[in-house]
């Protein structure tokens, strides 16, 4: 059994961010991982557009975190931070429409991958794949692999195990039952970025796609684009509203502004001319063909009344009844609650005992910004090790 070893579970963003940071300063790292491969969450983040971070001022960056522990994390090592440390390992970016920062078109998620797990072996860094974390205590940590159960002795442990969706991924929040039988504090895991379920009338828009429309929930709004599902509605707008409903009971009710360039009254002027109502809304309107069906779920009453009309385009209620399902969602709020944690992410019972990433009870918006927040921590907590 070696001595004096700081051990990371998890090679995820987290985790191989500690890990690198840590090897540069001339530490020995070893990470372990139940996966036969690293990084399986970060490349599935990848198959929609690897969307790294996001280069956003900074200032409003840091308004997608609620948290100030992430967004004092994040100022310190920020979006500019990220761009400059891919481009040590070779891997160049832009700057999309949406402002997101991907990877050029040369460099696949896996090529990232890689040139990233080759700085680590230079560095120095072990992974030891197919090792599961069971537990800890104030010096061991227990795993089981293939041939059984065995301790490590630590120095210092951080915990990287990621938050609880995509169980495929090796992220199955198994930790969660391990770290509430020692009291730490774990805040419910809950679908983040997650679409929600409406009532059936408008599961027969599945397919459909609304452009340029704003969505509002109390004081919030976001424009974009969504699309109905078989269960219900889906997209970037919608994942933003996330945190918000997140404080409600369901269900209750978000609204789309069909046509955030026009006022009711100017819309209203339209439906008062004398052609019918189907030709206003498409020609003079030039309302989408899903927008108009969407209309269409109104009953008949409603939808022939043009000044209730004019209103319900500008605000038209869709009943929200929930999230999907944890495993399906793009990430999860909940986690470690910081009032486990000291202000150097150190568990406050468990001296050298550090959290990062996804696991910690934290949430942000798809666009780079939970990636960051991941790289951000991992920065954070190895600095906090090289500076303890
Ligand atoms: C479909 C999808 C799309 C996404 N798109 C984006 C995007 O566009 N932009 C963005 O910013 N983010 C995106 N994300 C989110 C992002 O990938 C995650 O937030 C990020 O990967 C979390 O990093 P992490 O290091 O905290 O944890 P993870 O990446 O979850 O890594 C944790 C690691 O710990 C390992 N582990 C867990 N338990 C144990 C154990 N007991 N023993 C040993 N190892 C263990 C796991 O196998 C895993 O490898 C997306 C996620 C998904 C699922």
Not at 139 to 164: E, P, Q
């Amino acid at each position: 059994m070696q001595e004096n070893q700081i051990i990371i579970i998890g090679a995820g963003p987290a985790g191989l961010m500690a890990a690198q940071i840590l090897a540069e300063k001339g530490f020995k790292v070893h990470v372990y991982e139940q996966n036969k491969a690293a990084a399986r969450k970060f490349l599935v983040a990848g198959n929609g557009g690897f969307n790294l971070t996001h280069s956003e001022e900074l200032d409003s960056f840091i308004q997608k975190y609620e948290d100030i522990e992430i967004q004092n994390m994040v100022i310190e090592f920020d979006n500019k931070k990220v761009v400059e440390w891919l481009s040590n390992l070779g891997i160049t970016t832009y700057i999309g429409s949406s402002g997101k920062i991907f990877p050029t078109k040369n460099f696949k998620p896996i090529q990232v991958l890689k040139a990233w797990l080759d700085r680590l072996e230079e560095l120095g860094v072990n992974i030891h794949y197919e090792n599961t974390f069971l537990d800890f205590d104030d010096s061991l940590i227990y795993f089981k692999n293939n041939s059984g159960d065995f301790s490590v002795k630590y120095s210092k442990l951080i915990l990287a195990m990621g938050g609880g969706s995509w169980k495929k991924t090796g992220s199955d929040a198994k930790w969660v039952e391990t770290l509430t039988k020692k009291n730490i504090t774990i805040i419910p895991l809950q679908s983040a970025n997650s679409g929600y379920n409406t009532p059936e009338k408008f599961h027969s828009l599945q397919g459909q796609y609304l452009k340029n429309i704003k969505v509002s929930f109390g004081n919030q709004e976001k424009i974009g684009e969504i699309v109905f599902t078989k269960y219900g509605i889906e997209g970037s707008p919608i994942y933003y509203m996330n945190r918000y409903t997140r404080k409600h009971d369901f269900p209750l009710m978000l609204h789309i502004d069909l046509k955030p360039n026009l006022s009711e009254t100017d819309i209203l002027e339209q439906l008062k001319g004398n052609s019918k109502i189907s030709s206003v809304l498409k020609r003079n309107l030039k309302l989408s063909t899903t927008a108009i069906n969407v209309l269409k779920t109104l009953d008949k009453e409603s939808y022939l009344d043009i000044e209730n009309l004019a209103k319900t385009i500008k605000k038209f209620p869709i009943e929200i009844l929930s999230f999907r399902p944890i495993d399906e969602v793009i990430s999860t709020a909940g986690g470690v609650a910081f009032s486990e944690l000291n202000s150097q992410l150190e568990l406050k019972d468990f001296p050298n005992v550090y959290c990062a990433g996804e696991m910690i009870d934290w949430e942000a918006p798809t666009g780079g910004y939970l990636l960051q927040a991941c790289f951000s921590t991992g920065v954070f907590v190895a600095n906090s090790i090289v500076n303890s």
